[in-house]
């Protein structure tokens, strides 16, 4: 047995690169590729593969601490008997997949990559072939012959995730561009994707559109392109490949480094443009401190600070960042000068349902609805059939044969699953039912979606929301199965409390919050009788429901409550 350091590997020459995930723990037995640590860079998110296999014996980053190649990661113990890699042949040169992986991979990746590596290499004018360790290059006597071709440019995979919204366009018609230049941005509910291009050449036609979604194999457009085809050489000459520092540097852009995007005299890579266009900065107002006058992320802070400042000692401010909604900003303080602070980054979810919120407060006039549904006998029915369910491999909690209420109450008062459309003009009809959880995670609120919920059984529907609310902790939802809901159920029962406001989705029409049920003195017209009492809170739009509708949706629900034999009629 070896105790070996595992370090961390090529990472594009990125520096300071921030530890998001620690995916394995003292103990753990590990497998090759198996991935060991999250990196995020201000381009997207890295897994780091282990190189080797064994057991964490120490581990030596966490969460929140900046690493770069070579920086340790972990302590492992190796089997001393295990057949040791295989060396590098001479003669081979090592390409960095990482830079190349980053123009593709938009979400997470591994950093190495064989295919990768040929391509990469074979795009450098290298040629890998003559069996193990022959590494060959084109004789320099030979001459290409240069021929154009027009070539479609479809979106690459982008993990799975489908109607995308296109945020910018990053060229037009006509201009030159290089592989690996940013054709578009794309931006999700997770997050924001350059999709470069895959080969140089002059952009002929565009496809797309800011507004425009798009998915994998959607057209953004053509290029021409010029391509070597090398005339008839004599058999390539062995030798060790040294790719010059320049070609290297122009052909596989650092990871931490996104291509510059040239918008007039401003040089900003796209989270730059990106953030700026989150708190409408006019980047032509920002002083530059980055390499060649590159725009960077700190430069956007402290210009809105020291706008902020400006504000809020009444100076003058031109090129005052606005919320663009005529309400007054928020001004800076200084919380540093009443004691000691820490400043918390928030997760990405968490800053994408804080923009939600906000959006959903100004834009929706909500009004809410209180009831007391008696639970009772369903209560006493779930516990009576606790046993046999478990013998189904199902754990029934009440929370089943809310969602179960909730989609019959949309089939009786169709008039509460709609959807206002953004034109104002109409309101959308939904002909399916569909039904959003909220869940609390480690990474924030996700809001998981189960669909058809009136053609499921409550066995069914416990499997599917037990099923989605592990994605949903683990982080591994994707953005289809977050989509689509007609109303949405949010729960607090566990936590206490007897009733709240939720906040109702542009999408939808409303949003059941569940409280913490107890038991409390019902009058049955003789005595008072103990009966368990569920709190419900239903918000509505207003603009497409009334009042009356959702008093008649909020007591269809309580009413089926009481007796789940009603969901048979």
Same mark, same amino acid.
């Given at each position: 047995?070896?105790?070996?350091?595992?370090?961390?590997?090529?990472?594009?020459?990125?520096?300071g690169?921030d530890v998001?995930?620690?995916c394995v723990?003292?103990?753990?037995?590990?497998? @090759?590729?198996?991935g060991?640590?999250v990196?995020?860079?201000?381009k997207?998110?890295m897994?780091?593969p282990?190189?080797k296999?064994?057991? @964490?014996?120490?581990?030596?980053?966490?969460?929140?601490?900046?690493?770069s190649?070579?920086a340790?990661?972990?302590?492992?113990?190796?089997?001393a008997? &295990?057949?040791?890699?295989a060396e590098?042949?001479?003669?081979?040169? !090592?390409? &960095?997949?990482?830079?190349l992986?980053f123009?593709f991979?938009? $979400?997470?990746?591994? @950093?190495?990559?064989?295919?990768?590596?040929?391509?990469? %290499?074979?795009?450098?004018?290298v040629?890998?072939?003559?069996?193990?360790?022959a590494?060959?290059? =084109?004789?320099a006597?030979a001459a290409?012959a240069?021929?154009s071709?027009?070539?479609?440019?479809p979106? =690459?995979?982008?993990?799975?995730?489908?109607?995308v919204?296109?945020?910018?366009?990053c060229v037009a018609?006509?201009d030159?561009?290089k592989?690996?230049?940013s054709?578009?941005?794309?931006?999700?509910?997770?997050?924001?994707?350059?999709?470069?291009?895959p080969?140089?050449?002059?952009i002929?036609?565009?496809s797309?559109?800011?507004?425009?979604?798009?998915?994998?194999?959607?057209l953004? /457009?053509?290029?021409?392109?010029?391509?070597?085809?090398?005339a008839?050489?004599?058999? =390539?000459?062995?030798?060790?490949v040294e790719?010059?520092?320049a070609?290297?540097a122009?052909?596989?852009?650092?990871?931490?480094d996104?291509?510059?995007?040239?918008?007039g005299?401003? #040089?900003a890579g796209?989270?730059?443009?990106?953030?700026?266009?989150?708190?409408?900065?006019?980047?032509?107002?920002?002083?530059?401190?980055g390499?060649?006058?590159?725009v960077?992320n700190?430069d956007?802070?402290a !210009?809105?600070? +020291?706008?902020m400042?400006?504000?809020?000692? /009444?100076?003058s401010? %031109?090129g005052t960042?606005t919320?663009?909604s005529g309400i007054p900003a928020?001004?800076?303080?200084? #919380?540093?000068q009443?004691g000691?602070i820490?400043m918390?980054?928030?997760?990405?979810i968490?800053?994408l349902?804080?923009?939600?919120?906000?959006r959903? *407060?100004?834009?929706?006039?909500?009004?809410?609805?209180?009831?007391?549904?008696?639970?009772?006998?369903i209560e006493?029915?779930?516990?009576d059939?606790?046993?046999?369910?478990?013998?189904?491999?199902?754990?029934l +909690?009440p929370?089943? $044969?809310?969602?179960?209420?909730?989609?019959?109450?949309l089939?009786?008062?169709?008039?509460f699953?709609? %959807?206002?459309?953004?034109?104002?003009?109409?309101?959308?009809?939904?002909? $399916?039912i569909h039904?959003?959880?909220a869940?609390?995670?480690?990474?924030?609120l996700?809001?998981?979606?189960?669909?058809?919920?009136?053609?499921k059984g409550?066995y069914e529907?416990?499997?599917e929301?037990a099923?989605?609310?592990?994605k949903a902790?683990?982080?591994?939802?994707?953005?289809?199965?977050?989509?689509?809901?007609?109303?949405?159920?949010? &729960?607090l029962?566990?936590i206490g409390?007897?009733? !709240?406001t939720?906040?109702v989705s542009t999408?939808?029409?409303?949003?059941?919050?569940?409280?913490?049920a107890a038991?409390?003195?019902v *009058?049955?017209?003789t005595e008072?009788?103990?009966?368990l009492?569920?709190?419900?809170?239903?918000? #509505?739009d207003?603009?497409?429901?009334?009042?009356?509708?959702?008093?008649?949706f909020?007591? #269809?629900?309580?009413?089926?409550l009481?007796d789940?034999?009603?969901?048979?009629?």
């Amino acid at each position: 047995m070896a105790i070996e350091t595992i370090n961390i590997p090529d990472i594009g020459g990125a520096e300071g690169v921030d530890v998001i995930e620690v995916c394995v723990a003292v103990g753990d037995t590990i497998e @090759v590729d198996t991935g060991l640590l999250v990196l995020e860079s201000d381009k997207a998110s890295m897994d780091i593969p282990s190189p080797k296999a064994g057991v @964490v014996t120490k581990v030596l980053v966490k969460e929140g601490d900046k690493v770069s190649e070579g920086a340790p990661m972990f302590e492992i113990e190796t089997s001393a008997t &295990s057949a040791p890699a295989a060396e590098a042949p001479p003669g081979f040169f !090592f390409f &960095s997949s990482v830079s190349l992986l980053f123009l593709f991979c938009p $979400f997470r990746l591994f @950093v190495f990559s064989p295919p990768l590596l040929i391509t990469y %290499a074979q795009s450098q004018g290298v040629v890998l072939s003559g069996g193990p360790g022959a590494v060959t290059q =084109p004789s320099a006597t030979a001459a290409p012959a240069a021929t154009s071709a027009v070539i479609d440019i479809p979106v =690459p995979d982008i993990g799975g995730a489908e109607h995308v919204d296109v945020i910018e366009v990053c060229v037009a018609v006509g201009d030159e561009v290089k592989e690996g230049d940013s054709l578009i941005v794309l931006e999700s509910d997770k997050a924001s994707m350059d999709i470069p291009s895959p080969v140089s050449g002059k952009i002929t036609a565009l496809s797309i559109s800011v507004g425009d979604t798009a998915s994998m194999g959607t057209l953004i /457009g053509k290029i021409e392109t010029t391509s070597s085809a090398p005339a008839p050489v004599a058999a =390539p000459v062995a030798a060790k490949v040294e790719a010059p520092a320049a070609k290297a540097a122009s052909a596989a852009p650092a990871v931490a480094d996104a291509p510059v995007v040239h918008s007039g005299d401003v #040089y900003a890579g796209p989270a730059v443009r990106k953030l700026a266009r989150q708190l409408g900065v006019n980047l032509g107002e920002v002083k530059a401190t980055g390499p060649r006058g590159r725009v960077l992320n700190d430069d956007v802070k402290a !210009f809105v600070k +020291t706008v902020m400042q400006q504000r809020a000692s /009444g100076g003058s401010s %031109a090129g005052t960042v606005t919320s663009g909604s005529g309400i007054p900003a928020v001004p800076y303080v200084d #919380y540093a000068q009443f004691g000691e602070i820490e400043m918390v980054k928030m997760s990405k979810i968490k800053q994408l349902t804080a923009e939600a919120m906000t959006r959903n *407060w100004l834009n929706i006039p909500r009004v809410t609805q209180f009831d007391d549904a008696d639970i009772t006998d369903i209560e006493n029915f779930r516990k009576d059939m606790k046993a046999e369910a478990e013998k189904s491999g199902v754990k029934l +909690t009440p929370l089943p $044969f809310i969602i179960k209420a909730a989609a019959a109450a949309l089939q009786a008062e169709p008039s509460f699953n709609v %959807a206002m459309h953004n034109d104002g003009e109409h309101i959308v009809q939904k002909k $399916f039912i569909h039904i959003a959880v909220a869940v609390d995670t480690p990474r924030g609120l996700m809001v998981p979606v189960i669909r058809d919920v009136d053609k499921k059984g409550i066995y069914e529907i416990s499997r599917e929301v037990a099923e989605l609310a592990g994605k949903a902790r683990d982080g591994k939802l994707k953005p289809a199965e977050m989509q689509g809901g007609c109303f949405t159920i949010s &729960s607090l029962g566990p936590i206490g409390g007897t009733g !709240f406001t939720p906040m109702v989705s542009t999408t939808e029409a409303g949003i059941l919050g569940i409280s913490k049920a107890a038991m409390k003195p019902v *009058w049955n017209g003789t005595e008072f009788e103990p009966r368990l009492m569920l709190p419900l809170s239903l918000s #509505y739009d207003h603009r497409a429901v009334n009042g009356s509708d959702a008093g008649r949706f909020l007591t #269809y629900i309580s009413t089926v409550l009481a007796d789940v034999r009603r969901l048979l009629l």
